[in-house]
C-alpha cells in the first residue's frame, strides 16, 4: 500500500493534464476490473458487476492536483505564472516546480527575500515567478501555457507519510485497494477516477451524469484541526480514522448513507470520526446534483496541511479507510 | 385552509438544509388533500401533481417554494458546551438566542454571552465572533458527549408568534411563507378548473447549493415555472429600493433572470383582479431558485412572485398575512388560464423578414 | 413543605417587572407568602415588605432582601410606521438584542427586536458592531403608528418574552412538584428572581428566634434605590442579600484563558467585596463556618465585580450585611441558566446562618439603642 502511494503520489498530474496519472491506473485496476473505459473529459471508469440485487454505486476519487501554469515569459528567462487551483500562496517562496518534460525551476517574488523577513504582506500572485535557470529567453525549455507540479518527494515517517499531492493521489490508492479486496459484492460498482476536481468539481460532474448512478460516494482528504489553535474550530484528528462527511461547503451528505457508513464502521469496529468542514468541498457536490439527484456522501483521510507541499497522512486511516470502503460495497447496507 | 395556523405549523417544523424529512413529511401531508399524487423523493423535495383537464399533454406548470431553513451544526464538542458553525443567520442574532439541538434527542440550549460586568468598554461595542461562541445545554460534559455528535443540527428555537392585526412572527418564513402561498394556491384551485398540470414542488437545499431546484426540475421538466420565495420587507435601516412594505402585496420579480412576458402575465392577472402588487427589479442573480432552474434542460420560462418580510435571517421573522392569500389568489387565477396557447404564446419570434422587405 | 412550585418559579421568571414597574411581580409574589407570614406591606417606593414574627427568643431586627426588578428596554417613542423606539432601564447586554422576542406592557403585547436582514449589510464590518440602542426598533405588528398608539404608550416597559425551561434529560416541568434537587434551568430574569425564589422559600418554613423582615425591593437595576429607601425605614440590625449573580465558566475563544467569576454547581457564591460595599468580615466568617458546619459547598465571588443591595441597606449607618448568591450564566441577557443543587444550597446556607446572626462581632452594635 505504501509503495502504491509512493508511486503515485510522484507522478505528474496537475488538473487538465492526468494522463501520466490515468496510465499508471489503468495499468492497476484492468486487472480487477470487468470493465474500463475513459471519457472525453480523461475521466478514467472500472467497472466492477454485482450479482444484480443491489444498487449502483459511484465510487470517486479524484487524479489532479494543485499546480502553476506559466503565463508570460520575460526576457531575462524568468517565468510569471498563474494558479491551477488553489495553491498554497503562503509556501510558495522557494518551492520548487517541475514542468511535464521534468524541468526543474524554484519560485520566488519580485523585491527577494527581503519583503518577508520584514513580515510584510505577501506579493500578489502577478510579482512571483519562476526561475528554471535559463539565462535568457532563447534558453528556455518551457514556454507559455505549460503547467507544473510542485517538487514534493515521498518520506516514510513509519506510520505517517509525508509528500505533497496526497490530495487525492491517496484516495485513488484507496480505491485501487478497495477494488483488490472486495471480493463479493451486491453493487455494481463504477470506480471512477475524476479529473479537474481541483478547478471546480469539473470531471465528477460529467461522469456522474453519465453514470446516473444510485449512490455517489467521493473519497478524498481532509483537513485536521489538531494543530495548535485552529482558525475554525475542526473535530477532524489525524490518526483517529476515516472522517465520514457530514458537511462542507458544497454538500451536506446524505442523512441514509452517512448512517448507512457510521453503523458499518461500528459493527465492524472500524474506527471513525465525523466531519463537518467550513470550506472546500470535493467530487460529491457534483454527483449529488447530477439529474434528479444522486444519493452522495464523502469519506475522508484525515490529512495535516492540506494544500501545502507537505502533506501528511497516517497508514492506519488510509487502512481503516480502506476497510470501510470493503465493508460498506461488500453488504446490501443502504440498499 | 386556514392561511394563519398552517404557517404556524410549517415555521415551528424543523428542517434545515440537507435534513429536510421532517418537514417535508408535514409539507406532503399538507398537499395529499389538494393533490391527485404527492410524493417525496430521494432528496426529500415533496413533489405534488394536481392533474389539469381535457386531453393530454397538458402544459406543465411547476411552482417550487423551498422547503429548508438556514442552520447551526456542531462541529467540535468543548466539554459539556458546543462549538458549531453558522450557515447564513446573522451572528448577531444569535448572541443571548435560545436554541434546538437536534442530537440522539431534541435538546434545548441557550447561547449564551459573558454578563458586561465582565467586558472592558469597547468590547461591549463589539459583537462576539461566532467562532468564539458556545452552545450550552445545561449538562454534564458525559450526558453531553452521549447526546451530540460532530454534525448534529441546531436551529434557533422561536415560537410563532401572533402580533397586531394580520402581522405574524417566527422563525423559517423564508421559505415556509412560501410553502403556506402554495398550498393555499392549490386550495383554490378545488374550486377552479385549470387547463395545466400543476406540478406544486416544495424544494430542498436553496439556503445551501440549490440541490432541490436542480434535481426536482431535471425530473419534473415542466414548461414554465413560478419561484416563489420571501424578499425584504421595509423597515428600518433597509434601502428603499428593492424592500416592499409589508401588506402592499405579491412582489412580481424583473429582471433578466426572469421571463419577462410570463412575468407581464402575472402583472396582468393582478391588474384584472385588482390584487395590489409591487414589482421588485432584480438587475442581475435573484438569489432565489429560479437562478437555478431558468437555465434547467435547455432553458426553463420563469417568473418570481415574492412575499416581503421583516428581519430575513433572523429568528424573528414578520409578516402581513394579507399577502399569503393576495399571492394565492393571483397564482390560482393565473393556472386558471394557463393553457397551451398561453405557453405559445410565450415563444420568442424572429422578425418577419419578409415584411419588412416590403 | 417547599412554598416554591415548579410553576410559581417559571411565574416569578416569566413575569416582566422592570425598574420602577414592578406590581405585577409584587402582586405574585405576594400572593404566594401571605399564608407564610404574620404582616405585609408596601413602602412608599413600591417594596414588599413581609414580616415573619420570630419566636421572642431574640430581639433582634433581621432582614433577607432580594429585588424583584429585572433589567428591561422602555419605550421612547412611537414612529409613523408603528414601530417602536427605546433606551434601556438598567444594564441590559446590547450584544444579545437583535432578533429576540419581547412582551410590551402591562398587557404583555408580543413584539420583535427588528434586525436588518444581513443580505443588506452595508459594509462587513456591520456584523460585527453592537448596534446602537438609538438605532433599535421594537416591531409589534401595528400597520401604523395609530395603530401602535392604541395599544403602546410612552413609558412602557419592554421585557424579554423567554419561557421557563428545565435543562435536565429526565425532568419534565411538572407545575405543582417543588423544584428538582439537581440539573440546570434556563430564563429571563434570573438576577434577582432567583434571589426573590430563595427569599420565598425562606419564609416559608418555622419561625425563626427574632422576627425577620423579608424584603423584596425594587429599582436595584438602576442604582439599590429601592434599598435606600427600605434600609432607611426598616432600621435593620443585619441584612442578608440574596442575588442571582455574574458566572462566566465558559470556554472562551479557542485557547485563551477565562475569568469565570463564579463557577455553575459550585455552591453558593459569597462576595467579599464588590464595586459598592466591602462585607462585614465576621458576617462573611459567619457564612463560610456555617457553610462549612453543615456541608454545603460554597465559592467566593471574584471580587470587584457588580454591586448589590448591600450598598443601599448599608449606606446610612453602615450595618453589617451578608451577600449569598446564585451564579446564573448570560445574566442581563434574554436568557440565562442556574444550576438547581446551586439554588438549594443558597437556601440551605442561609437558613442555617439565620439562627446564629446573634452572635456575629459587630452586629448588635450597630443598634441605636
Redesign the interface.
Known amino acids: 500500500m505504501k509503495d502504491l502511494i509512493h508511486e503515485l503520489v510522484e507522478l505528474y498530474g496537475p488538473s487538465g493534464f492526468e494522463e501520466p496519472v490515468r496510465k499508471v491506473i489503468q495499468r492497476y485496476v484492468e486487472p480487477l476490473a470487468d470493465e474500463i473505459r475513459t471519457d472525453a473529459m480523461g475521466n478514467l471508469y472500472a467497472l466492477k458487476r454485482g450479482d444484480g440485487s443491489g444498487r449502483r454505486i459511484m465510487l470517486a476519487a479524484h487524479m489532479d492536483e494543485i499546480g502553476v501554469i506559466v503565463t508570460q515569459v520575460e526576457d531575462s528567462g524568468l517565468l510569471r505564472f498563474s494558479n491551477v487551483g488553489t495553491i498554497p500562496h503562503k509556501t510558495l517562496l522557494g518551492l520548487r516546480v517541475r514542468f511535464a518534460n521534468d524541468t526543474v525551476g524554484l519560485i520566488s517574488h519580485d523585491g527577494g527575500i527581503k519583503a518577508e523577513i520584514r513580515g510584510q504582506k505577501l506579493p500578489d500572485l502577478g510579482r512571483w515567478f519562476i526561475d528554471v535557470g535559463a539565462a535568457s529567453k532563447a534558453d528556455l525549455p518551457v514556454g507559455v501555457g505549460d503547467v507544473a507540479v510542485f517538487v514534493r518527494p515521498f518520506a516514510d515517517l513509519g506510520e505517517r507519510i509525508l509528500a505533497g499531492g496526497f490530495d487525492d493521489r491517496v484516495g485513488c490508492a484507496v480505491l485501487i485497494e478497495t477494488m483488490r479486496r472486495l471480493e463479493e459484492s451486491p453493487h455494481e460498482v463504477i470506480f471512477t477516477f475524476t479529473v479537474q476536481e481541483e478547478l471546480g468539481v469539473r470531471g465528477a460532474r460529467v461522469a456522474a451524469f453519465d453514470l446516473a448512478p444510485d449512490i455517489g460516494l467521493a473519497v478524498d482528504v481532509t483537513p485536521t484541526?489538531d494543530s495548535?489553535?485552529?482558525?475554525?474550530?475542526?473535530?477532524v484528528k489525524l490518526g483517529a480514522g476515516p472522517a465520514i462527511k457530514?458537511?462542507d461547503r458544497?454538500?451536506?451528505?446524505?442523512?441514509r448513507l452517512?448512517q448507512a457508513l457510521v453503523q458499518i464502521a461500528e459493527e465492524r469496529d472500524i474506527p471513525y470520526?465525523?466531519?463537518?468542514l467550513?470550506l472546500g468541498s470535493t467530487d460529491a457536490?457534483a454527483i449529488?446534483?447530477a439529474?434528479?439527484?444522486?444519493?452522495a456522501g464523502a469519506v475522508s483521510i484525515p490529512c495535516r496541511y492540506v494544500h501545502t507541499p507537505s502533506e501528511m497522512v497516517a497508514m492506519e486511516d488510509i487502512e481503516n479507510t480502506v476497510r470501510l470502503l470493503t465493508a460498506f460495497l461488500g453488504e446490501m447496507g443502504i440498499g | 385552509m386556514n392561511i394563519k395556523t398552517t404557517l404556524k405549523k410549517l415555521s415551528e417544523a424543523d428542517g434545515p438544509?440537507?435534513?429536510e424529512?421532517a418537514v417535508a413529511g408535514l409539507v406532503a401531508e399538507l398537499l395529499e388533500p389538494l393533490c391527485d399524487d404527492v410524493r417525496i423523493?430521494?432528496?426529500s423535495?415533496v413533489i405534488g401533481v394536481k392533474r389539469g383537464w381535457g386531453p393530454e399533454p397538458r402544459p406543465q406548470v411547476m411552482l417550487m417554494a423551498h422547503l429548508d431553513e438556514i442552520q447551526m451544526?456542531?462541529?467540535?464538542?468543548?466539554g459539556p458546551f458546543l462549538?458549531f458553525?453558522q450557515l447564513s443567520y446573522d451572528p448577531r442574532v444569535l448572541v443571548g438566542q435560545e436554541v434546538t439541538v437536534f442530537g440522539r434527542r431534541k435538546l434545548h440550549g441557550v447561547i449564551g454571552d459573558r454578563p458586561p460586568h465582565l467586558m472592558k468598554a469597547a468590547d461591549r461595542q463589539r459583537m462576539p465572533k461566532t467562532?468564539d461562541l458556545v452552545i450550552d445545554l445545561g449538562l454534564d460534559a458525559e450526558t453531553v458527549a452521549e447526546l451530540v455528535?460532530?454534525?448534529d443540527v441546531a436551529l434557533v428555537e422561536s415560537p410563532f408568534s401572533e402580533l397586531l392585526d394580520e402581522r405574524v412572527a417566527g422563525k423559517a418564513f423564508d421559505n415556509r411563507l412560501s410553502v403556506t402561498a402554495m398550498l393555499a394556491t392549490l386550495d383554490q384551485l378545488q374550486r377552479l378548473q385549470h387547463p395545466c398540470d400543476v406540478l406544486a414542488v416544495a424544494s430542498v437545499?436553496e439556503e445551501?447549493?440549490?440541490?432541490g431546484a436542480?434535481?426536482?426540475t431535471?425530473?419534473l421538466q415542466p414548461d414554465i415555472a413560478i419561484v416563489l420565495d420571501v424578499t425584504f420587507g421595509k423597515q428600518p435601516g433597509a434601502q428603499d429600493a428593492g424592500s416592499f412594505a409589508l401588506g402592499s402585496g405579491p412582489v412580481i420579480g424583473v429582471g433578466p433572470n426572469l421571463d419577462g412576458q410570463l412575468t407581464d402575465k402575472l402583472i396582468e392577472v393582478c391588474k384584472d383582479l385588482e390584487i395590489p402588487y409591487e414589482l421588485e427589479p432584480l438587475a442581475a442573480n435573484t438569489g432565489t431558485d429560479a437562478w437555478t432552474v431558468q437555465v434547467m434542460l435547455g432553458g426553463i420560462r420563469t417568473a418570481l412572485v415574492g412575499i416581503a418580510i421583516r428581519n430575513m435571517h433572523s429568528p424573528v421573522e414578520v409578516t402581513d398575512l394579507q399577502d399569503v392569500s393576495r399571492t394565492a389568489r393571483l397564482l390560482s387565477a393565473f393556472l386558471a388560464e394557463a393553457d397551451q396557447s398561453l405557453v405559445d404564446g410565450l415563444a420568442h419570434h424572429l422578425p418577419d423578414f419578409e415584411e419588412e422587405r416590403r | 413543605m417547599s412554598v416554591l412550585t415548579q410553576d410559581l418559579f417559571r411565574r416569578l421568571t416569566e413575569t416582566p417587572g422592570g425598574p420602577g414597574d414592578e406590581g405585577a411581580v409584587r402582586d405574585l409574589i405576594a400572593g404566594a407568602i401571605h399564608p407564610h407570614v404574620d404582616e405585609l406591606s408596601i413602602d412608599r417606593m413600591g417594596n414588599l415588605i413581609a414580616l415573619k414574627r420570630g419566636t421572642g427568643d431574640s430581639d433582634l431586627r433581621v432582614a433577607v432582601a432580594a429585588h424583584m426588578d429585572e433589567v428591561v428596554l422602555f419605550v421612547t417613542q412611537i414612529d409613523k410606521d408603528g414601530l417602536l423606539h427605546v433606551a434601556r432601564s438598567g444594564g441590559v447586554n446590547a450584544r444579545t438584542l437583535l432578533g429576540k422576542t419581547v412582551q410590551v406592557g402591562p398587557d404583555r403585547l408580543p413584539g420583535v427586536i427588528s434586525i436588518r436582514p444581513p443580505h443588506m449589510r452595508k459594509s462587513a464590518d456591520e456584523a460585527e458592531t453592537v448596534p446602537d440602542i438609538d438605532d433599535l426598533v421594537i416591531d409589534i405588528g401595528a400597520a401604523d403608528d395609530k395603530a401602535a398608539k392604541a395599544k403602546v404608550k410612552i413609558g412602557q416597559r419592554i421585557a424579554f418574552q423567554t419561557p421557563f425551561r428545565l435543562l435536565s434529560v429526565e425532568a419534565e416541568f411538572d407545575p405543582e412538584a417543588p423544584l428538582p434537587a439537581q440539573g440546570r434551568i434556563s430564563g429571563k430574569a434570573f438576577d434577582d428572581r432567583i434571589g426573590c425564589a430563595a427569599l420565598i422559600e425562606l419564609l416559608g418554613g418555622e419561625a425563626y428566634p427574632f422576627d425577620l423582615y423579608g424584603v423584596f425591593t425594587v429599582q436595584e437595576e438602576i442604582g439599590l434605590r429601592g434599598a435606600l429607601a427600605a434600609g432607611y425605614h426598616l432600621q435593620p440590625d443585619v441584612v442578608i442579600i440574596l442575588e442571582g449573580t455574574v458566572c462566566a465558566d465558559l470556554p472562551g475563544p479557542?485557547?485563551e484563558p477565562q475569568y469565570p467569576t463564579t463557577r455553575l454547581g459550585a455552591g453558593p457564591a459569597l462576595t467579599q467585596r464588590d464595586r459598592s460595599l466591602v462585607v462585614h468580615p465576621p458576617m462573611l466568617q459567619h457564612l463560610l463556618r456555617t457553610a462549612e458546619a453543615n456541608g454545603i459547598p460554597y465559592q467566593f465571588k471574584h471580587p470587584n465585580i457588580g454591586g448589590t443591595d448591600g450598598a443601599g441597606f448599608a449606606f446610612l449607618r453602615g450595618i453589617p450585611v451578608g451577600i449569598v448568591s446564585t451564579p446564573c450564566r448570560y445574566i442581563h441577557s434574554p436568557v440565562a441558566i442556574a444550576d438547581l443543587s446551586d439554588f438549594h444550597n443558597v437556601v440551605a446556607l442561609v437558613r442555617a446562618s439565620l439562627p446564629g446572626l446573634d452572635n456575629v462581632t459587630g452586629v448588635r452594635k450597630s443598634r441605636k439603642d
Open positions: 484541526g495548535p489553535k485552529p482558525d475554525a474550530p475542526l473535530a457530514v458537511a458544497g454538500m451536506i451528505a446524505h442523512p452517512r470520526q465525523l466531519e463537518v467550513s457536490a449529488q446534483a439529474r434528479s439527484g444522486v444519493v | 438544509s440537507g435534513r424529512e423523493d430521494d432528496m423535495n451544526m456542531v462541529s467540535t464538542l468543548d462549538r458553525v467562532t455528535q460532530v454534525g437545499g445551501f447549493n440549490g440541490l436542480k434535481t426536482a431535471f425530473q | 479557542p485557547g
